[in-house]
């Protein structure tokens, strides 16, 4: 359902630690991803709840992408695994709530991996661009 003028809202949780370093690294070396992406730095992807997902996608954003450490290398020696464990939990809630479970996503990305945050970045827009608006009316999705 991908309409030719959407251009998707996502918003995107970044550890400190890891993630907040592989964007700054791409924007230090200039990779190209998309800029309909918003970016709020948190102390550990384990710090994300339920209920900071939903706000995102009540407040309009039609995507939303969690960012943390590559599992073994958390800072907060397991907030990773934590992460992990509510991903499948969470695709449950959306799915029960008629929103498509593809527009969440989880993906590790060091402080090293600029060239990969910037290929998820593209990657993601491009996903939720594909999926179209999300519409949280009763007629919606």
Same mark, same amino acid.
């Given at each position: ?9 996502? #918003? ?10 592989? *964007? ?14 918003? *970016? ?22 039609? *995507? ?28 449950? #809630?959306?799915?029960?709530?008629? #929103? ?42």
């Amino acid at each position: 359902m991908a309409d030719n003028g959407f251009e998707p809202k996502i #918003i995107v949780f970044l550890c400190n630690w890891c993630s907040y370093g592989g *964007g700054d690294l791409a924007g230090v070396n200039r990779e190209q991803y998309p800029t309909n992406v918003l *970016g709020i730095k948190v102390m550990c992807s384990s710090r994300i709840s339920p209920e900071h997902i939903m706000e995102s996608f009540i407040d309009g954003a039609d *995507g939303v992408l969690i960012t943390g450490c590559h599992p073994g290398d958390c800072h907060y020696i397991d907030g990773n695994y934590k992460t992990f464990r509510k991903m499948d939990i969470m695709a449950k #809630i959306l799915k029960d709530l008629g #929103i498509n479970p593809e527009r969440l996503r989880l993906e590790w990305i060091s402080s090293a991996e600029g060239g990969k945050f910037a290929r998820v970045m593209r990657e993601m827009t491009e996903q939720i661009r594909e999926l179209g608006p999300l519409d949280l009316t009763e007629e919606g999705e």
